[in-house]
């Protein structure tokens, strides 16, 4: 009887003790209970946003680039890497890459050079900083489309301010002044500067956020050691710099290598297709033209150049990070 007790008396709480357990721990809930819904919710717009707008054109570019597909045509015919052969084969898509790589390294040099000149002049404090860098900032502001159209007013062959400008100054010949948007060479020129103006506020504003990010001490105690502007400029300032600068490169080359706003108000590629760059050329054959397939196939050209220039340019912020 007292083994029989005793036991008795070890395994009754137990039951007990359990309760009490499972009520202070609860039990484990079931992983549709622990997934955060409430952040699903909240995300799922924006994903459902870029599926839509990027992810949607990007399978049918696809699905276009390697079938024949025309304004118009019914059904789908695979015809793998034709329409890829075509494109590259034809003289207008090789001047258009040539135009293409000509107008964006040409922009980003003179941006890189124009945007580091405001950003160490507008980067110490003195009087009228604040209105400056809101007129600085105006291009990038301001929609495009009013932006290349005023330009177009600006650099027109009879009314444009700038000949009026050349010619009284006695510079040029009233009877013969510059075609900007009519001579070849001119019409490049121009849509160059049109981009560097429009890209110029943005590279600004990314570098002069890297400058305000050096801290003080460094040019102080260069100073201190005697180091002048120039020497404190190419020594500390630009080293420091590099992965920001790389960083507004590779943004400036993306947009600049992926649009045709400029392009296509100011002169639609002419004159004889001087000034035509890719993205220009895709939508002049595809829409306008109705070779939705060969339209595709010269986009999707542009995915694997701006792949390979995201890589290295990547790579050179990473190292001159280690560095």
Known sequence: MAVNFSR????????????VVREIVPPPLSWWRRFNWLGVAMF????????A?????????????????????????FVGLANFRSIVESSAFRRALANSFIFTVSSQVLVIIGSSILALALKDKFRGRGLLRFLILLPWVAPISLGAIGWKWILDSLYSVINWVLINLHLVNPFT??????????????????????????????????LTAIPKEIPEAAQVDGAGFWR???????????????????FGIIFTFTDMTVVYIL???????????????????????????????ISLFLVPVLVVVAILMLRMAHRAEVV
């Open 8 to 19: 008795k008396v070890v395994t009754e709480p137990e039951p007990a003790i359990a309760a």
């Open 44 to 51: 799922s717009p924006a994903l459902l946003y870029i599926v």
């Open 53 to 77: 707008v990027i992810g949607v054109p990007l399978v049918l570019a696809f699905l276009y680039a390697f079938g024949n597909v025309r304004v118009g045509s019914v059904g789908y015919r």
């Open 177 to 210: 002044p510059p075609m900007w948007l009519g001579e070849p060479s001119l019409a490049m020129i121009s849509v160059i500067l049109v981009q560097t103006w429009r890209l110029l506020p943005f590279s600004t504003v990314i570098l002069l956020a890297g």
């Open 232 to 250: 404190t400029l190419f020594q500390i300032t630009i080293p420091m710099m590099l992965p920001i600068v790389n960083v507004a490169v590779l």
């Open 267 to 297: 002169t639609r590629g002419g004159p004889y297709d001087t000034t035509q760059v890719l993205p220009s050329l895709a939508f002049f054959t595809g829409v306008l033209g109705g070779d939705l397939a060969a339209g595709a196939a």
